[in-house]
C-alpha cells in the first residue's frame, strides 16, 4: 500500500520549510508567502499528489472543517443553485458542507440539528427562516455560529443574506400596471416564511401606490399543487376573475397555468401570470414564464463567505446582505383585453 505523501514531502521537493507549505497551500495564509515560492510549492503538491488532511488540520485547529446546511426542500429548484454556491466557497477552503433536508417538518429540523450539533459542525446556513420561534433561535442561544440564507428569522440577529423580494414584487407590479392590469391576485406562500410576509406585504404596498385592486391568497405550500388549488379557489370566487396573478414563487405560479387549462382559459389572453424565482426550465414552459429572477448561486457563495468571516471573528457584527433581482419578463404577461 503506498505512503500518503504529508506536508513534509511537499516541503523537501519545493526546497521549503513545512510551515511555508502550510501557509501557501491555505487561501487565508498565502498572502503571507512570496509570489514565486508559493508557485513553486503549488507545482511540488501537484508533482506529488499532495492533498490537505483535513481531519489533521481539525486537531490542530479544533474545528471539524464541517458545515450544517439545512435545506426546507431540496426537490425546489431554488436549493440546488444554493447549496452549489455554498459549496463553492467552502471546498477551496477546507471545508465541506453537511446538507440535510427537513421536508417542511419542524420535527425533522430539529432531529437533523441536534444530530448536526453532535457531529460538532463549525456552523450553520439556515435556509429555513420561520417567523415565530425557530431552531434558528436556539442556536443564536447556544452561541453557535450561523448564517441565514434566502430566507430569514425575524428577531434572531443572525446575519442573513437574501435577494430584494420587495424590488421583485415592485418591478412585477409596475409591469402589469403599464399593460392595464387593475384587478390583481396574488397567491402567497405559507405565512411563517419570511419570504412570504415581504412578498406579500410588498404587493399589498405597490398596489395602494398603484391605484391597483389587489387581494392577497394564501397557500399552505409552495408547490405546484397548492397554486392550483388557490387558483381554483380563487376562479370560483363571486369576487369576479382577476386580470393577473403575481405567484409566491414559480411553483405556485406553474400550479396557476394547470388551473386556468382545466378551466378553458389561455395565459396570457385571458390571464397574465408572474412567477418568482426564475427557476430552471421556467423559460421552457408553455407560455415562457415572466418571472423575477433571484441569484441564488451568489446568495449561497455570499452566505457561506460571510458564515466563515463570523467563524474567524466571533466578535464580528451580524450583516443583511440584499442582493438585486431583476424581473425576466416573456410570454406569460401581455396587455388586457
Do not use: W
Not at 13 to 26: D, K, Q
Not at 216 to 229: H, K, M
Amino acid at each position: 500500500m503506498s505512503r500518503r505523501v504529508t506536508i513534509a514531502d511537499v516541503a523537501t521537493l519545493a526546497g521549503v520549510h513545512p510551515g511555508t507549505v502550510s501557509r501557501a497551500l491555505n487561501l487565508k495564509t498565502q498572502d503571507q508567502v512570496n509570489i514565486e515560492t508559493a508557485g513553486r510549492v503549488r507545482a511540488a503538491a501537484k508533482q506529488l499528489g499532495y492533498t490537505p488532511n483535513s481531519i489533521a488540520r481539525g486537531l490542530r485547529t479544533s474545528s471539524s472543517m464541517t458545515i450544517g446546511v439545512i435545506i426546507p426542500d431540496l426537490t425546489n429548484p431554488i436549493f440546488p443553485p444554493i447549496v452549489r454556491g455554498i459549496d463553492s466557497y467552502l471546498a477551496p477552503r477546507g471545508y465541506s458542507p453537511v446538507v440535510v433536508n427537513t421536508d417542511g417538518s419542524d420535527a425533522t429540523e430539529r432531529l437533523l440539528f441536534d444530530s448536526l450539533v453532535q457531529r460538532q459542525v463549525d456552523g450553520f446556513i439556515f435556509a429555513t427562516g420561520h417567523a415565530g420561534p425557530s431552531i434558528a433561535g436556539e442556536a443564536y442561544k447556544r452561541g453557535i455560529h450561523a448564517v441565514m440564507v434566502n430566507r430569514d428569522s425575524r428577531g434572531v440577529p443572525y446575519p442573513a443574506v437574501v435577494g430584494d423580494d420587495a424590488q421583485g414584487i415592485r418591478e412585477s407590479l409596475e409591469h402589469l400596471a403599464a399593460l392595464g392590469h387593475r384587478r390583481l391576485v396574488h397567491l402567497a406562500g405559507p405565512s411563517t416564511f419570511s419570504t412570504s410576509q415581504v412578498r406579500a406585504e410588498a404587493f399589498a404596498a405597490g398596489c395602494r401606490e398603484l391605484g391597483l385592486d389587489g387581494a392577497i391568497v394564501p397557500t399552505s405550500a409552495y408547490s405546484v399543487d397548492e397554486g392550483q388549488r388557490a387558483m381554483d379557489e380563487v376562479l370560483a370566487s363571486s369576487a369576479g376573475r382577476p386580470t393577473a396573478i403575481v405567484a409566491g414563487n414559480d411553483l405556485l405560479a406553474l400550479g396557476v397555468y394547470h388551473s386556468l387549462r382545466r378551466h378553458g382559459l389561455r395565459c396570457p389572453d385571458d390571464v397574465s401570470v408572474v412567477g418568482f424565482n426564475d427557476m430552471p426550465f421556467a423559460g421552457d414552459f408553455q407560455p415562457a414564464m415572466t418571472t423575477v429572477r433571484t441569484p441564488h448561486f451568489q446568495l449561497g457563495s455570499e452566505s457561506a463567505r460571510i458564515l466563515l468571516d463570523q467563524i474567524d471573528d466571533s466578535g464580528s457584527t451580524p450583516v443583511r446582505l440584499v442582493l438585486p433581482v431583476e424581473l425576466i419578463v416573456r410570454a406569460s404577461t401581455g396587455p388586457v383585453r
